[in-house]
C-alpha cells in the first residue's frame, strides 16, 4: 500500500470514529431519538466524508513532492473510509434498542482506535502501549465532552 493510501485510510479512519462517535453521544444525550442519531451518522457518512476528502485533496496539492495521482488516491482513500467507518455505526442502531447501540458502538469504535494504533506503531517501530493510550484519551476526551454538551443542550433549549 503506497504513501497516499495510507494517508487516506488513517484520516478517513480516525475522523469517521470520532466524529461519528461524537456526533452519536452528543445527538443522544440531547434527544435519546433513535431518528436523530439516524440522521447524524448518515449525515456524517456523506457531507463530512465528502469535505474530509475535499480537506485532504487541498491539503495534498500543497505539498510539491506529490503527484497528481497521489493526490487523488488519498482523496478516495480518505472519502471510501470515512464513508465506511461512519456506516458501520448504523447497522446496531438499525437493528437494537438506541442504548444498546450507543454502547456497541462505543466499543467498536474503541476497538477500531485501538487496532489501527497497534498497527501504526508497529509498522513505526514504537511502542504500541504509548500511542494506543494518547490516541484513545484524545477520543475519549471527545466523546465526553460531547456527551455533556449534549447533555447541556437538552436541559436549555
Known amino acids: 500500500m503506497n ?9 478517513g479512519l480516525t475522523s469517521g470514529v470520532i466524529t461519528t ?4 453521544i452528543g445527538l443522544n444525550a440531547a434527544t435519546s431519538l433513535k431518528l436523530a442519531v439516524i440522521g447524524g451518522i448518515l449525515t456524517i457518512a456523506i457531507a463530512d466524508a465528502f469535505s474530509d476528502a475535499f480537506g485532504i485533496h487541498i491539503s495534498q496539492e500543497t ?8 493526490v487523488w488516491e488519498a482523496t478516495f482513500a480518505t472519502f471510501a473510509t470515512k464513508l465506511i ?12 434498542p438506541l442504548q444498546t447501540a ?29 500511542i494506543i493510550t494518547q490516541h484513545l484519551t484524545i477520543a475519549i476526551t471527545v466523546i ?7 447533555k447541556l443542550i437538552s436541559m436549555y433549549f
Do not use: C, D
Open 63 to 70: 505539498s510539491k513532492n506529490i503527484k497528481h495521482k497521489q
Open 3 to 11: 504513501s497516499s493510501h495510507k494517508t487516506g485510510i488513517a484520516f
Open 21 to 24: 462517535l461524537g456526533v452519536m
Open 102 to 130: 450507543i454502547k456497541i458502538n462505543l466499543v467498536w469504535g474503541l476497538l477500531l482506535i485501538t487496532s489501527f494504533n497497534y498497527y501504526l506503531a508497529k509498522s513505526r517501530n514504537e511502542s504500541p502501549t504509548k
Open 144 to 150: 465526553a465532552i460531547t456527551h455533556y454538551v449534549g
Open 85 to 96: 467507518v461512519a456506516l458501520t455505526f448504523l447497522i446496531p442502531i438499525l437493528t437494537l
